[in-house]
Structure formats: structure tokens, C-alpha cells
């Protein structure tokens, strides 16, 4: 999961590292050079994020793996986990 949502920001991290270019609106351009500044900060805020739960994600993975074998080793140990009663 965590590879797919590093897989899934590839275009959008490009676009939000490079902003594109003004374009020539002479009475909106101010508006229009904010909206558009606005937009390359929100998709790069977006990339960023998507990272941090990959991430966390990645971190997780080993920690639920060494739950579970511990819970199935204490019930192994107390016997309830092999069919005993």
C-alpha cells in the first residue's frame, strides 16, 4: 500500500516542485499568479503528507507482524491457542 501511494503522487510532486509559468493577463494577473501559487503549495503539501503515511505505513508493517507473533506465542504458551481446553 505504501508503494502505491508513492506511485500515485509521481505526476503531481513534478508539478508541484516547478511552478508553471505566469501567464500574460495584465488586470488579473495578481490573482492569477495567486491561485496559481496556491495551488503548486497545496499540491506540494498534498505530496508531502501521501509521504508521511507511506511512511508510516512502511514503520507499521514490522510492529503488527510482532504483535500478532507474540499474541500467538502467548496462547501457544498457555495452551489456549491449539485447541485446548
Known amino acids: 500500500m505504501a508503494n502505491q501511494?508513492?506511485?500515485?503522487t509521481a505526476d503531481?510532486?513534478?508539478?508541484?516542485?516547478?511552478?508553471?509559468?505566469?501567464?500574460?493577463?495584465s488586470v488579473s494577473?495578481?490573482?492569477v499568479g495567486y491561485t496559481l501559487s496556491t495551488i503548486t503549495k497545496a499540491a506540494a503539501g498534498l505530496v508531502a503528507?501521501?509521504?508521511h503515511t507511506a511512511s508510516e505505513i512502511d514503520a507499521s508493517?514490522?510492529?503488527?507482524?510482532?504483535?500478532?507473533?507474540?499474541?500467538?506465542?502467548?496462547?501457544?504458551?498457555?495452551?489456549?491457542?491449539?485447541?485446548h481446553r
Open 5 to 8: 501511494l508513492r506511485g500515485a
Open 49 to 51: 503528507q501521501i509521504e
Open 29 to 31: 494577473a495578481e490573482k
Open 12 to 25: 503531481l510532486e513534478s508539478t508541484a516542485k516547478s511552478a508553471p509559468p505566469m501567464p500574460e493577463v
Open 61 to 83: 508493517d514490522g510492529s503488527y507482524g510482532e504483535t500478532d507473533n507474540t499474541a500467538a506465542a502467548d496462547l501457544r504458551g498457555s495452551g489456549r491457542g491449539s485447541g
